[in-house]
């Protein structure tokens, strides 16, 4: 993938536990709750020049518990609820034994929306709630961040490596990576008139 001068970095964000509150299989949009601070998160992480791409593992496709539309049916209410701000949502129906490429750990959702989106992964991040999402990161070459939501309490005592970020939760993490950023460069006082 070519990098050019308008090349966005993105924020990978994981759906269940870190977007979204963790439902188990959730398939039923009345069972999708949205946590308090997301959209607030989102907008921040939108206004600092991210794209939002949502990398979700779907694994109740592939068991047929539920089916294509009814997960589409979450994303559009996802959509839905925060204003059209998630550029795009990627996920995999795939079950842990297929051996797909797509599912997490593995980055095959990342390198799908770069061929999408001319993103620039050097400045891109991954936000999840599981040690395969700090694990995608890793993989991906693009610093983590893991939330204390969802699995993250039990799922941070299993990292074998530290991401970059840990935090409370999605606009803790957001915060936190915007603090990152190399700040505007300020406006020079105009020189004194001799
Ligand atoms: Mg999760
Ligand atoms: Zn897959």
């Known amino acids: 993938m070519k990098i050019t001068a308008d090349a966005q970095p993105a924020i990978f964000v994981d759906r269940d536990g870190t ?4 439902v188990n299989f959730l398939c039923r949009v009345e069972d999708l709750r949205l946590f308090p601070y997301t959209a607030e998160a989102i907008e921040k992480l939108k206004a600092a020049g991210f794209l939002i791409i949502v990398v979700t ?5 592939g068991r047929s518990i539920y089916d294509e539309a009814a997960m589409q049916s979450i994303h559009d209410a996802i959509q839905a609820a925060l204003a059209g701000a998630i550029d795009g949502f990627y996920h995999c129906p795939h079950l842990p034994c297929d051996g797909c490429e797509c599912r997490k750990p593995r980055i095959g959702m990342i390198d799908l929306a770069c061929s999408d989106f001319n993103i620039d992964l050097g400045r891109s991040w991954m936000i999840g709630d599981k040690a395969i999402d700090v694990e995608t990161g890793i993989n991906a070459g693009i610093k983590s961040a893991m939330v204390m939501t969802g699995y993250g309490r039990t799922h941070s005592a299993e990292l074998e490596t530290t ?4 935090s409370e939760n999605l606009l803790a993490a957001a915060l936190r990576i915007i603090a990152t950023l190399p700040s505007s460069p300020q406006p020079q006082p105009a020189e004194a008139a001799p």
């Open 163 to 166: 991401p970059a970020i840990m």
């Open 19 to 22: 977007l979204i509150e963790e």
């Open 57 to 61: 593992n779907q694994s109740g496709i």
